[in-house]
């Protein structure tokens, strides 16, 4: 297995409230990736990056930021959390032009 | 931009049958086509990948896959499915030589039945 981390796995937040979710690989891999999971959507691209401090916007990017400081770690920030937002976001890192993906961190906005 | 359509949401199949699982994909650019599994309340697993040369590629699990770019498909096939293979099934694809993300269809439920 990709050696790609997420923390937490899981979350229960509150409207309105910041939250910061953390992907680590320790691949050493130039791009990383967040992605949300919905029933019925399949996964959709919210931020990628293609190095440190260099990200662009993916499908689905409204009410996301997102930080690269480091080659190893990659944060997805919800500024102010809605229920819109309760999904299950995986990163991946991307090599050999496949993407290997992360357990996962599932989100509950109340 | 790319777009994929898995045109069942849903597959029952009887163990020992053989299954396809359709994918079509739409593109103004030459693509990479992916095939990943998610096994309840886990992460994604690749299956198999056509990057290039032999239209007809193998995977884990004893699936294959059928790159038809005329047709614009990659179909997934397993000769005879088991129990274990019930799974949610991701048909993706991505701009060759390309980085900005993969584009998922929406998934197949693959069913199977005893």
């Known amino acids: 297995d990709a050696g790609i981390t997420q923390s937490p796995r899981h979350k229960v937040t509150e409207t309105g409230t910041p939250v910061t979710l953390r992907c680590h690989q320790t691949e050493n891999h130039r791009y990383m990736y967040w992605y949300r999971q919905d029933p019925g959507h399949g996964l959709r691209l919210i931020h990628y990056s293609y190095g440190v401090k260099d990200t662009d916007k993916g499908e689905v990017s409204d009410g996301y930021s997102v930080s690269r400081s480091k080659t190893e770690d990659f944060l997805l920030t919800l500024e102010s959390a809605t229920s819109s937002q309760t999904s299950v976001y995986f990163c991946?890192?991307?090599?050999?032009?496949?993407?290997?993906f992360g357990p996962g961190t599932r989100l509950t906005v109340t | 931009a790319q777009s994929v359509t898995q045109l069942d949401s849903q597959v029952p199949v009887f163990e020992e049958a053989p299954v396809e699982l359709r994918c079509n994909y739409s593109s103004s650019v030459s693509v990479y086509l992916f095939w990943y599994v998610q096994y309840p309340n886990q992460g994604l697993q690749l299956l198999l990948k056509y990057l290039s040369g032999s239209t007809l590629v193998k995977g884990i699990n004893g699936f294959e896959a059928e790159f038809n770019k005329s047709q614009t498909s990659f179909h997934l096939r397993k000769p005879s499915v088991h129990i274990s293979d019930t799974a949610e099934y991701f048909c993706?694809?991505?701009?060759?030589?390309?980085?900005?993300?993969?584009?998922f269809g929406k998934g197949t439920h693959l069913i199977i039945q005893p």
């Open positions: 991946a890192i991307s090599g050999l032009g496949e993407q290997y």
């Open positions: 993706a694809v991505s701009e060759q030589g390309g980085a900005d993300g993969l584009t």
